[in-house]
C-alpha cells in the first residue's frame, strides 16, 4: 500500500485493490506516516482564481480551495498520442480524463465499449452514472465522429441528470470543452459531428422513435417499460447495428432487463453489490441492513433479483403505474378533488402523509399520488401542523388518518376544522382499505411517481393466511403503503346515508288520505231498508230477513194514533 501511494494512487484506487474503505486507507497511511512530497502530491500551484462580485457561492469555494469533480484545466493530448488515445480508453483516462477507476468501473467501460449487449446489475452507490456512463460516452463520442449515443431511463428528471454529469466532464476539461458545440436540455453536439441524447421513455417509448443511435443505454432499466425498450429502442439500433446496454438495480423478476441478466446468453452481465464500493463509509451497510426489510436490501445494495412468492402487490401492477411527473405542493386548478391519508409512526416507523387527486372528468374516475412527505422521528405536533397546511394547499375534501396512536392528533385536527376521520386498523379493515389500493393498481386507475421508497415497500408487501383462515397483511417497513392506501381509501365515491329523500309522485295522496272536496257535493246518503210487513224504516242493526223480506227483528214498531 505504501509503495502504490507514492507511485501517485489514490486512496480509491487503493481501497478497491485492498478490499476496504477509503477511511481505512487514510488510517493506515497515517499510522505509517506515509507523506507524497509536496512537489508530487500539489505539483505547480497555480494562481488562486477570485470569484465575481456578488457571487456568494463561488467565494466560498475558492477561500476552501475545493475543486469541481474532475476538472482537469491543464488537460492536453500532443499530436504524436492521438493514434493511443483512439485505440485505447486507458490512454484516453490518462491523457486526458484523469479518474482514478476502481477495478470493477474499468471493466464496466471495457464492456460498453467492446461488447454489443451488455447487463450491469449493481447494487446503490457504485458511482455508475458519474464513473461508469459518462466517461464511456465521452469516449465514445469523442473518438467516433458522426455518431449518435441515446441515453434513456423512466423520467426526465433521471435523463437531465445522466446528461448533466457528462456536460459537466467535457466543460471542465481543457482538451474536450472547446469540442462542445451545442448544448441544450436533451443533448449536446461535438464539432466531429457526434451528439449525445438523454431522453425519457415514456409509458410506450414514443420519444425515443425517430433515431438511429451507434450506443444505446438504458439507465435504471428495470423501472423502464418493457415495450419502450422493445418496441422503440431495439428497432432503432437494427440500422446501425448499435450496442445496448441496460444499467439497473434489480428490481422485479420477469421484466425485460431481469430477462437479460439471467435468461439471454447473448448478454455480457457484470453483477456490482454495493460492499465494492469505495464511496461507501463503513458501518454503512450493516446499517441499512437492520433497519431495511430483507427484500429491499438484498434488491438494493447486494443488487439480487428477489421477488416475494406471497407478494401482495403485482410487480406488472406496479410497474404500470409509473408515470413521469413531479411530486407538487399545492392543489392544481381544474375538475379535480384532493383526499389524504396520514399514517402515524411508531418506534422505528416514520409518519407518512400522502395526498391524491381524483380526476372527476372522466369515469370511472382516475387517481394519481400529488405530494408524499415522510417524517423521521419528528414529533407528532408537528406532524399535524403539516397536514393542516396540506388540507389548506390542496382543499382537501376528506383526510383518512390511522387511529393506533392518533387520537389526540384527531381531535386537533378536528378542532381546527380539518375534514378528518379516524381509520382503526383491524384484520378485516386492513383487508379492505388494501384490496382497495390493490384494485386500483390492477385497474390501471391510480398514477405513482418515481419514488423508489415507495415501489420497494409496495413491491415487499406480503400476504399470509393465519390459521383461523384470515388474510394478514405485512411489511417490515409499510408507512408509505398505509398513507397511499388511506388516501386512496378516503377518494372513494361512498354511497349516500339513509334517510328522507323528497320526491314528486303523481297520485301519491290517494294513498295518504281522501282528496279534498272541490266545488262539488257529497254524494246523498243511501235510503233505509222498509219492513214487508209495516211498511217502516228499519233501524241500523234491526233487520231481519224473513220467508217474506226484509222485516224489523222482534215486534213493529207501532204504528201512529
Not at 414514443?206 to 428497432?235: K, N
Not at 411527473?325 to 418506534?347: I, M, N, Q
Not at 334517510?499 to 281522501?514: E, K
Amino acid at each position: 500500500m505504501r509503495d502504490l501511494y507514492l507511485e501517485g494512487k489514490s486512496t480509491a484506487y487503493l481501497a478497491d485493490r485492498f478490499s476496504t474503505s477509503i477511511e481505512n486507507v487514510r488510517q493506515r497511511l497515517s499510522r505509517m506516516d506515509v507523506k507524497r512530497p509536496a512537489s508530487e502530491a500539489r505539483g505547480p500551484s497555480p494562481a488562486r482564481p477570485q470569484a465575481a462580485p456578488g457571487d456568494l457561492a463561488e467565494a466560498i469555494r475558492v477561500i476552501l480551495g475545493t475543486v469541481p469533480p474532475h476538472e482537469r484545466p491543464e488537460a492536453h493530448v500532443p499530436p504524436e498520442a492521438l493514434p493511443e488515445v483512439i485505440r485505447s480508453y486507458q490512454a484516453f483516462n490518462e491523457r486526458v480524463l484523469g479518474i482514478d477507476h476502481p477495478t470493477y468501473q474499468r471493466d464496466c467501460i471495457r464492456a460498453i465499449l467492446g461488447e454489443p449487449l451488455v447487463a450491469i446489475v449493481k447494487g446503490r452507490q457504485i458511482g455508475a452514472t458519474q464513473y461508469v456512463i459518462a466517461p464511456a460516452v465521452v469516449y465514445f463520442a469523442f473518438t467516433r465522429p458522426y455518431t449518435t449515443v441515446l441515453i434513456t431511463s423512466l423520467t426526465m428528471r433521471q435523463a437531465t441528470y445522466v446528461l448533466t454529469r457528462i456536460k459537466n466532464l467535457i466543460a471542465g476539461n481543457a482538451a474536450l470543452k472547446r469540442s462542445l458545440v451545442d448544448v441544450s436540455l436533451e443533448r449536446l453536439r461535438l464539432s466531429n459531428g457526434s451528439e449525445v441524447l438523454s431522453l425519457p421513455s415514456g409509458v410506450d417509448g414514443s420519444s425515443l422513435r425517430g433515431y438511429s443511435p451507434s450506443l444505446a443505454i438504458v439507465d435504471e432499466a428495470a423501472f423502464v417499460p418493457d415495450r419502450a425498450i422493445q418496441d422503440a429502442l431495439l428497432p432503432s439500433l437494427a440500422v446501425t447495428g448499435g450496442a445496448l446496454v441496460v444499467v439497473s438495480t434489480p428490481w422485479g423478476v420477469g421484466s425485460y432487463f431481469y430477462r437479460c441478466a439471467r435468461e439471454n446468453p447473448a448478454f455480457k452481465v457484470l453483477e456490482i453489490p454495493s460492499s465494492r464500493s469505495p464511496f461507501i463509509p463503513p458501518g454503512f451497510l450493516e446499517a441499512r441492513r437492520l433497519d431495511t426489510d430483507p427484500l429491499s436490501y438484498r434488491t438494493e445494495y447486494l443488487g439480487e433479483f428477489v421477488a416475494s412468492a406471497d407478494a401482495y402487490f403485482s410487480h406488472e401492477s406496479i410497474k404500470a403505474a409509473i408515470r413521469d411527473y413531479e411530486l407538487r405542493d399545492s392543489a392544481r386548478d381544474g375538475p379535480v378533488s384532493c383526499f389524504a391519508g396520514v399514517d402515524w409512526g411508531r418506534k422505528v416507523d416514520s409518519s407518512v402523509v400522502a395526498v391524491v387527486e381524483r380526476d372527476d372528468s372522466v369515469e370511472p374516475s382516475h387517481l394519481r399520488l400529488v405530494h408524499l412527505k415522510e417524517f423521521f422521528e419528528t414529533p407528532y405536533t408537528q406532524v399535524v401542523g403539516y397536514v393542516k397546511v396540506v388540507a389548506e394547499s390542496f382543499r382537501v375534501r376528506r383526510v383518512l388518518a390511522d387511529t393506533g396512536a392518533g387520537l389526540a392528533q384527531i381531535d386537533s385536527l378536528k378542532e381546527a376544522r380539518v375534514p378528518v376521520e379516524g381509520f382503526a386498523f383491524t384484520l378485516g379493515s386492513k383487508a379492505d382499505l388494501m384490496s382497495n389500493l390493490k384494485l386500483a393498481l390492477e385497474n390501471r386507475q391510480l398514477d405513482l411517481p418515481d419514488h423508489r421508497r415507495l415501489l420497494l415497500q409496495l413491491s415487499a408487501f406480503e400476504y399470509s393466511i393465519s390459521e383461523a383462515g384470515n388474510l394478514r397483511l405485512h411489511g417490515k417497513h409499510d408507512d408509505l403503503v398505509d398513507a397511499l392506501a388511506l388516501a386512496a381509501y378516503a377518494a372513494r365515491r361512498r354511497p349516500g346515508k339513509p334517510g328522507f329523500v323528497a320526491v314528486t309522485m303523481p297520485g301519491l295522496g290517494r294513498f295518504l288520505g281522501p282528496e279534498p272536496v272541490r266545488g262539488s257535493r257529497l254524494p246523498p246518503p243511501r235510503p233505509r231498508p222498509c219492513c214487508v210487513k209495516c211498511k217502516g224504516e228499519i233501524p241500523p242493526g234491526q233487520v231481519a230477513i224473513g220467508r217474506e223480506g226484509r222485516q224489523h227483528a222482534g215486534r213493529c214498531p207501532p204504528g201512529p194514533a
